[in-house]
């Protein structure tokens, strides 16, 4: 399925604490597996899921700094947790809290990626959303895309660098409310 470029709407859909959103993809980011709750989240059928990329619920206003940080996590073996906005695909968007980890089949090989989705903490998206908005405003900065994103991640790179912390412990201080959630 290529899906046409969709205008966010500006509406966001929620789901409930209790729920989990869960996919699961091939080394390349490919759905293999949507639960319920990402279907009716995303608003699209298991069909329209299954074999294509995951970030066809790529939210136009998500850094793609962020992503990078993010695969070059994944791919090394480790896991990882972010703040990620993503677009249904109606154009709404929803905020999840997102915990993204390697699968390994029978023999130890590394076959694909697992992610658990959770609400976000309302208290730590003002601080992620103007994180992401001073990344994304340099990634646009820049008329060649890879240079933007290079230019914001060096950003990312260095905010958590003079507030001494790594992402890790950057979301996971937002998550705990500490002292680190006004550092960065």
Known sequence: MSRP??????????????EIIVSKTDLRGIILYANDVFQRV???????LLGQ???????????RCVFKLLWDTI??????????INQAKNGDHYWVYAHVTPSYDESGQH????????VPNADALPKVKALYAQLLAEEKRH????????????MLCNQLKSANVDYGQF??????????ATSV
């Open 5 to 18: 470029t969709i205008p966010p709407t500006g509406r966001e859909v929620v789901f409930d604490e209790s």
């Open 42 to 48: 995303a608003g699209y059928t298991e069909a329209e």
């Open 53 to 63: 990329p995951h970030n066809v619920i790529r939210h136009p206003d998500m850094p």
């Open 75 to 84: 791919e090394a073996g480790e896991e990882i947790f972010a703040y990620v």
């Open 111 to 118: 076959v694909g990626y697992h992610s658990n989705r959770r």
């Open 143 to 154: 008329a060649n895309a890879q240079q933007g994103m290079d230019a914001a991640f060096q």
């Open 171 to 180: 979301v996971f201080s937002l998550s705990e409310h500490t002292r680190l």
